[in-house]
C-alpha cells in the first residue's frame, strides 16, 4: 500500500492550476485522487476532471473533485492512472480492475497519460499478467471461440457463479498468453475480431511512468 500511494502521490505533483485531469481506477489510482481531493482543500487547487469508472466517479464525488460532463470538456491536460503491467518501452497492460475501455477512451483524449505503478509491476515483456478483453454480450460464445483459436486461452472472468459484467454492460476474458512479442500487433489483431469491444494492451500511450521502488526511491520513465 505505501508504495503505490508514494507513486500515485508523486504524480499528482504535475497536476498544476487549471487543468483538466483524467482520474484513472484501481487500487493505486485511488492515492492520487485522495491527494488530489487534499490539494483541492488545502490549496485551492482548480481542476476539472472526468473519472475512468464509477468507482473513481464516486471516490472523486465524496472528496468534491469537480466532475465535468464530457460534452464540456475537451482534451485532457493529463491522466492519472495505474497499470497491472509495464514493459521498458512503456507500452502495458491494464484492465486488472475492469476499466480498460474507459481508460483507454480517457487516455487517449490526454494530452499525456502518467502511470504510477509499484516496482512489482515493471517487466521485460509483457504477458505474464492475463491480458483482459472486453467482449459484447451478444454471441459471446463465438467470440470466445474466436480468441482461443488466436491461442489466446482465455478464461472469463466472474464474479462467483456469474460472468463479471464492466461499468459498459460487458463481459471479459482474460486471456493467459505469457509472452507478448509484438503488443502493437496482438493489440490490432483482437481488435479486429467483432464482438471485442478492446483489449487491456495500452501501446504508444504512456508518456511518464511513476515507478516507487522499496528502497524509498521513486524512478521517473519518460518516452
Ligand atoms: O481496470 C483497472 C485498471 O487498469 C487498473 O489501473 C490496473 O488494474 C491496476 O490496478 P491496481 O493499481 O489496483 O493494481
Avoid at 49 to 67: H, N
Avoid at 89 to 111: D, H, P, Q, Y
Amino acid at each position: 500500500m505505501e508504495l503505490k500511494k508514494a507513486a500515485a502521490e508523486r504524480a499528482v505533483d504535475f497536476v498544476k492550476d487549471g487543468m483538466k485531469v483524467g482520474l484513472g481506477t484501481g487500487s493505486t489510482a485511488y492515492w492520487a485522487i485522495k491527494r488530489l481531493g487534499e490539494r483541492i482543500k488545502e490549496e485551492g487547487l482548480n481542476i476539472q476532471t472526468v473519472a475512468t469508472s464509477k468507482a473513481s466517479e464516486d471516490q472523486a464525488r465524496e472528496l468534491g473533485i469537480p466532475l465535468i460532463p464530457f460534452a464540456e470538456m475537451g482534451r485532457l491536460d493529463l491522466t492519472i492512472d495505474g497499470a497491472d503491467e509495464v514493459d521498458g518501452r512503456l507500452n502495458l497492460i491494464k484492465g486488472g480492475g475492469g476499466a480498460l475501455l474507459r481508460e483507454k477512451i480517457v487516455a487517449t483524449n490526454s494530452r499525456r497519460l502518467i502511470i504510477v505503478v509499484d516496482e512489482s509491476k515493471v517487466v521485460h515483456t509483457l504477458g505474464k499478467f492475463p491480458l483482459p478483453i472486453e467482449i459484447v454480450p451478444f454471441a459471446f460464445e463465438w467470440t470466445f471461440q474466436a480468441l482461443d483459436q488466436l491461442g489466446c486461452r482465455p478464461q472469463w472472468r466472474m464474479n462467483g457463479e456469474e460472468k463479471y459484467v464492466t461499468d459498459n454492460g460487458n463481459y471479459i476474458a482474460d486471456c493467459l498468453l505469457g509472452r507478448i512479442s509484438n503488443a502493437e500487433a496482438l493489440n490490432q489483431k483482437l481488435n479486429m475480431i467483432p464482438g471485442v469491444v478492446d483489449n487491456g494492451l495500452f501501446v504508444d500511450l504512456a508518456d511518464t511512468v511513476v515507478v516507487s521502488h522499496s528502497d524509498g526511491s521513486i524512478e521517473l520513465k519518460k518516452r
